[in-house]
């Protein structure tokens, strides 16, 4: 490493160091960001909310504004005030709000990694607004906790029922996976065929990348699937701590925690939700308490055999992945050294 590098090094450390003296001031502008964006959304009546092209819910955009003057009026009370036991209660607020507003965020991020343009640039634009204040009203409610120490705890494995929870969420994906890969091999399954499918997601806006891939008889969603299962065994087994040997010039190196707690929780807190409210409307469509439109398929059963066999697989996997993103934040948090000689 050079001197430049290891002043870089040293300057970057020093400024995140001090991120408790940065985040809120960094809240507030955000919370003036988002207020406006919101105002002018509702202002020029742009809808918020893809409901099958509906524009009609543009007064979402005053929600929108009240949350962020919410957090406006919050981290402001911060910088006057200090971190109060009311203040931080009402940061909590606003960042589960935020949360919330993100919610789906993922699958427009994946829509836009398969080549897809997305349903609404004004709501994709709106969720990734919301996700990043949610972090930040997060930082700045926890910003005056000190960490214990710089020790850096040795790589652990995931508690027994948190790797069963793992298992849970792998297996969950299985049938899923056969699904689409039936599909993408020109199969039928659910009374459709592979061709009838690919013409229902070219019908739909499917990107070249999609059509290509499934024209290869590879599914992306399920090549997606793959990719989630290898993050969720990364966040419960020791490798996912520190490179391994087959990550070549990065093994033995450590993890940033970032790196798998960021699309972790992202996913965590798009698929829990998507899934269990999701498997709760088949349930009432199931006991014939809701209509379940069949859509591309040939009959209800159908659609109701399909939706369940994706709602089971994104609330499984959903769960597991909070399960296991808690377990790796716990495990891999620093320690103080007079700990780590005690353990």
């Not at 949350?67 to 910088?79: D, N, T």
């Not at 419960?236 to 707690?261: A, D, E, H, K």
């Not at 999701?278 to 006991?287: I, K, N, S, V």
Request: proline letters at 4%.
């Amino acid at each position: 490493m050079t001197s430049v590098e290891r002043t870089m090094k040293a300057l970057w450390s020093a400024w995140w160091q001090r991120w408790p003296r940065w985040v809120t001031w960094a809240t507030m502008l955000w919370a003036v960001l988002y207020a406006g964006f919101g105002l002018a959304c509702a202002l020029s009546g742009t809808s918020l909310l893809h409901l099958g092209g509906d524009s009609g819910t543009s007064g979402l955009g005053w929600a929108v504004m009240a949350v962020g003057a919410l957090a406006m009026l919050v981290s402001g009370a911060v910088v006057l005030y200090g971190l109060r036991p009311s203040i931080r209660v009402l940061l909590w607020v606003a960042c589960g709000l935020a949360g919330i507003t993100a919610f789906s965020l993922l699958m427009d991020a994946i829509t836009l990694m398969l080549g897809q343009g997305v349903d609404s640039q004004a709501s994709a634009a709106n969720k990734a607004l919301a996700a990043v204040g949610a972090v930040l009203l997060a930082a700045t409610a926890r910003s005056d906790h000190r960490p214990a120490g710089t020790a850096v705890r040795a790589p652990s494995a995931a508690p027994q029922l948190v790797q069963l929870a793992a298992w849970a969420g792998t297996l969950a994906f299985v049938p899923y996976a056969a699904m689409k890969l039936v599909w993408a091999s020109g199969g039928t399954f659910a009374g459709i065929t592979g061709e009838e499918m690919l013409a229902v997601s070219e019908r739909n806006g499917a990107s070249g990348i999609f059509l290509t891939l499934e024209s290869w008889g590879l599914d992306p969603t399920a090549l997606l699937a793959v990719l989630g299962v290898f993050l969720l065994w990364g966040l419960v087994r020791p490798w996912g701590q520190v490179f391994p040997r087959w990550t070549l010039f990065l093994r033995g190196r450590r993890v940033p925690r970032w790196l798998p707690l960021a699309p972790a929780l992202l996913g965590a807190a798009t698929l829990a939700p998507y899934g269990v409210v999701g498997a709760g409307y088949l349930t009432l469509a199931t006991a014939g308490v809701v209509t379940l439109r069949r859509g591309d398929f040939h009959s209800s059963g159908d659609a109701l055999l399909v939706g369940w066999i994706g709602m089971v697989a994104f609330a499984a996997y959903g769960i597991a992945l909070t399960i296991a993103a808690v377990s790796y934040w716990l495990r891999t948090r620093p320690a103080s050294r007079m700990s780590i000689t005690k353990e």
